[in-house]
């Protein structure tokens, strides 16, 4: 028989390190395929929350690099801030350290966790300790610091630190060696790309082995740094409020208007009436017996939603529209940005965009993007909350297909900014099923949906009307030549009458007695920018109108002419020269056809 003196020789307390060691699938270390996808999107995490608060434009560099069977090189290097090196070994060697924790803000990072896992995680797997730089300004030198993790304790250990010289003038850089494969190199690069497109402010510049990719901003505003607030009383439990009491030697009244948001003097007395207690009661010296009343008129009390405006930063509807449209070609996309609500004295913005056409394939379901706090969730797509509601919204009412997800050549967007995001785990891969941010996901979708369908009936009409269109201008030419048969004349030209039917850039050229003469007619309802392509023999030295720049090569000039055309509008030059060569028209938008006509 086993006498419980023995059992309790064999227990001990174990660190939160010893933990998640054993557990680190639990932090999306669950695979060295996904291992290398974690430790990247937890460095760019913290790389982009810290330029965001010192209110610097980011410039990431993450580099990528065998070195040998299976052992991989991670580097992501930032201009931000800098650390400190006092704060330098907690930051990176000892989990559940950091800034923002206890901050009521929309932030990327929460728990402390992230990047502290990713040097345990290279611990683990080759042994090999974090090499971390960093600088805070360019008068002083740069620290650079060998940091492992003591899992017993979790605690950080120092095994070298130095000053340097180093190229930047303030920001961090971390150096990771583990064990992984680069069969998630689609997935990575789909991350990044992701991350570009909810971060239109960053640059981020990667380096996969010998293959460099450049994902360029599209933005040159710093988002707002989102503000701190205090806690919403809607969102507090009983233990919390033991432990706000116990640290106040306010009275009661004055500790909840210091404590809460948007509690002012009426609300706080509408508390403590509901809660039948004095308003000038000490608020360590309550009870338990009357912090549940008090806690019960807290929830029962009218108060107003926390601020959405001052804890949240939204990517906004425009800066979406242009970060989908520099990473995706698409003939439409529309985006949607909700008023700011609460869950659970939470405050929360949801975001959603769609696209439609261009690129993507017209088989299988829609390519959906989900966002956390301006962060791409790649995996357990199927228990987001995201994902149910996408599903829950009937699609057929847009005039799209669906089986669940909505079918066809669509993307859909959706971000959901929160000061504290409800994922369903630490690793942060999904949000959970909350009523009230399901309903604002839905609600932002059925608005894109109607969108969608409008676009889709236009092109729809403008289709059939380009059919008849084009009927009729199959038949024009042959009435042509037949009326010029009956006269005994030439066939008349009729690209115009064409353009105008067709409504058209119709592009001609033709020369006559040496010169040489374009003229662009723009038979479209809108104004159109173009950008007209002459490349012969002939200098256009004495053009009518000035090309834009001319460069000339083994005798061939290329001459370009970029012009607004309103609507109806028409722009013709000509030129002493022989013409012959090759012409061009580009930049037509919403990808309306040219008809280019050579008579020369």
């Given at each position: 028989?086993?006498?419980?003196?023995?059992?309790?020789k064999?227990?001990?307390?174990?660190?939160?390190?010893?933990?998640?060691e054993?557990?680190?699938?639990?932090?999306?270390?669950?695979?060295?395929?996904?291992?290398?996808?974690?430790?990247?999107?937890?460095?760019?995490?913290?790389?982009?929350?810290?330029?965001?608060?010192?209110?610097v434009?980011?410039?990431?560099?993450?580099?990528?690099?065998?070195?040998?069977?299976?052992?991989?090189?991670?580097?992501?290097?930032?201009?931000?801030p800098?650390?400190?090196?006092?704060?330098?070994?907690?930051?990176?060697?000892?989990?559940?350290?950091?800034?923002?924790?206890?901050?009521?803000?929309?932030?990327?990072?929460?728990?402390?966790?992230?990047?502290?896992?990713?040097?345990?995680?290279?611990?683990?797997?080759?042994?090999?300790?974090a090499?971390?730089?960093?600088?805070?300004?360019?008068?002083?030198?740069?620290?650079?610091?060998?940091?492992?993790?003591?899992?017993?304790?979790?605690?950080p250990?120092i095994?070298?630190?130095?000053?340097?010289?180093?190229?930047?003038?303030?920001?961090t850089?971390?150096?990771?060696?583990?064990?992984?494969?680069?069969?998630?190199?689609?997935?990575?690069?789909?991350?990044?790309?992701?991350?570009?497109?909810?971060?239109?402010?960053?640059?981020?510049?990667?380096?996969?082995?010998?293959?460099?990719?450049?994902?360029?901003?599209?933005?040159?505003?710093?988002?707002?740094?989102?503000?701190?607030?205090?806690?919403?009383?809607?969102?507090?439990?009983?233990?919390v409020?033991?432990r706000?009491?116990?640290?106040?030697?306010?009275?009661?009244?004055e500790?909840?208007?210091?404590s809460?948001?948007?509690?002012?003097?009426?609300?706080?007395?509408?508390?403590?009436?509901?809660?039948?207690?004095?308003?000038?009661?000490?608020?360590?010296?309550?009870?338990?017996?009357?912090?549940?009343?008090?806690?019960?008129?807290?929830?029962?009390?009218?108060?107003?939603?926390?601020?959405?405006?001052?804890?949240l930063?939204?990517?906004?509807e425009?800066?979406?529209?242009?970060?989908?449209?520099?990473?995706?070609?698409?003939?439409?996309?529309?985006a949607?940005?909700?008023?700011?609500?609460?869950?659970?004295?939470?405050?929360?913005?949801?975001?959603?965009?769609?696209?439609?056409?261009?690129?993507?394939?017209?088989?299988?379901?829609?390519?959906?993007?989900?966002?956390?706090?301006?962060?791409?969730?790649?995996?357990?797509?199927?228990?987001?909350a995201i994902?149910?509601?996408?599903?829950?919204?009937n699609?057929?009412?847009?005039?799209?297909?669906?089986?669940?997800?909505?079918?066809?050549?669509?993307?859909?967007?959706?971000?959901?900014?929160?000061?504290?995001?409800?994922?369903?785990?630490?690793?942060?891969?999904?949000?959970?099923s909350?009523?009230?941010?399901?309903?604002?996901?839905?609600?932002?979708?059925?608005?894109?949906?109607?969108?969608?369908?409008?676009?889709?009936?236009?092109?729809?009409?403008?289709k059939?009307?380009e059919?008849?269109?084009?009927?009729?201008?199959a038949?024009?030419?042959?009435?042509?030549?037949?009326?010029?048969?009956?006269?005994e004349?030439?066939?008349?030209?009729?690209?115009?009458?064409?353009?105008?039917?067709?409504?058209?850039?119709?592009?001609?050229k033709?020369?006559?007695n040496g010169?040489?003469?374009?003229?662009?007619d723009?038979?479209?309802?809108?104004?159109?920018?173009?950008t007209?392509?002459?490349i012969?023999?002939?200098?256009?030295?004495?053009?009518?109108i000035?090309?834009?720049f001319?460069?000339?090569?083994?005798?061939?000039?290329?001459?370009?002419?970029?012009?607004t055309?309103?609507?109806?509008?028409?722009?013709?030059?000509?030129?002493?020269g022989?013409?012959?060569?090759i012409?061009?028209?580009?930049g037509?938008a919403?990808?309306?056809?040219?008809?280019?006509?050579?008579?020369?």
């Amino acid at each position: 028989m086993i006498l419980a003196e023995d059992l309790a020789k064999k227990q001990r307390s174990i660190s939160v390190a010893e933990f998640f060691e054993k557990n680190k699938h639990m932090l999306g270390f669950d695979s060295p395929t996904r291992g290398i996808i974690t430790t990247v999107k937890e460095a760019i995490d913290n790389s982009l929350d810290a330029c965001e608060e010192a209110e610097v434009l980011p410039d990431i560099l993450v580099s990528i690099r065998k070195m040998g069977i299976d052992v991989f090189r991670v580097v992501v290097e930032d201009n931000g801030p800098g650390i400190i090196p006092e704060k330098m070994p907690s930051v990176f060697a000892k989990l559940l350290y950091g800034s923002r924790f206890h901050q009521v803000r929309q932030t990327r990072g929460q728990q402390g966790i992230g990047i502290s896992a990713a040097v345990l995680y290279a611990q683990l797997t080759t042994s090999k300790p974090a090499l971390v730089i960093s600088r805070t300004n360019a008068k002083a030198k740069a620290h650079r610091m060998t940091l492992a993790i003591k899992t017993e304790t979790n605690e950080p250990e120092i095994l070298l630190h130095e000053e340097i010289d180093w190229v930047l003038p303030h920001g961090t850089r971390i150096e990771l060696e583990f064990k992984s494969t680069m069969q998630a190199k689609k997935k990575l690069v789909e991350y990044l790309k992701y991350t570009s497109v909810v971060n239109p402010h960053a640059r981020f510049r990667v380096e996969i082995d010998d293959e460099v990719l450049s994902f360029d901003r599209v933005s040159n505003d710093v988002p707002p740094c989102p503000i701190s607030i205090r806690p919403h009383p809607y969102g507090i439990e009983l233990g919390v409020l033991k432990r706000m009491t116990a640290a106040s030697d306010r009275p009661l009244k004055e500790f909840l208007i210091e404590s809460f948001s948007r509690v002012g003097e009426k609300t706080a007395v509408e508390i403590c009436a509901a809660a039948h207690l004095p308003q000038t009661a000490k608020a360590s010296s309550l009870p338990l017996e009357q912090l549940n009343p008090l806690l019960d008129a807290m929830q029962t009390v009218k108060i107003p939603a926390p601020s959405a405006a001052q804890c949240l930063s939204p990517i906004t509807e425009d800066l979406i529209v242009k970060g989908m449209e520099k990473e995706f070609q698409l003939d439409f996309i529309k985006a949607r940005t909700r008023p700011g609500s609460v869950f659970g004295g939470n405050s929360f913005i949801v975001e959603a965009a769609i696209g439609y056409g261009g690129k993507l394939s017209v088989e299988g379901t829609a390519i959906l993007l989900r966002f956390a706090n301006r962060v791409p969730l790649l995996y357990q797509q199927g228990a987001c909350a995201i994902t149910s509601a996408v599903a829950s919204v009937n699609w057929k009412n847009y005039g799209v297909s669906q089986q669940a997800l909505p079918m066809g050549p669509i993307l859909l967007l959706v971000h959901v900014a929160a000061t504290n995001v409800p994922f369903t785990s630490e690793s942060k891969d999904a949000i959970a099923s909350v009523p009230e941010v399901e309903r604002e996901i839905t609600l932002a979708l059925q608005e894109l949906g109607r969108d969608l369908k409008l676009f889709l009936s236009r092109r729809d009409k403008s289709k059939l009307q380009e059919d008849r269109a084009r009927a009729i201008c199959a038949v024009i030419p042959l009435i042509s030549q037949k009326v010029g048969e009956i006269v005994e004349l030439p066939p008349p030209d009729t690209s115009l009458i064409e353009g105008r039917i067709m409504r058209r850039v119709v592009l001609k050229k033709g020369s006559s007695n040496g010169r040489v003469s374009m003229r662009i007619d723009n038979y479209t309802t809108k104004d159109q920018e173009v950008t007209l392509y002459d490349i012969s023999a002939d200098s256009a030295v004495d053009a009518t109108i000035s090309p834009n720049f001319v460069t000339e090569m083994d005798g061939e000039y290329t001459k370009v002419w970029k012009q607004t055309l309103s609507a109806g509008e028409s722009f013709a030059v000509s030129y002493t020269g022989a013409g012959g060569g090759i012409v061009d028209l580009q930049g037509i938008a919403e990808n309306l056809k040219v008809e280019v006509d050579l008579d020369v």
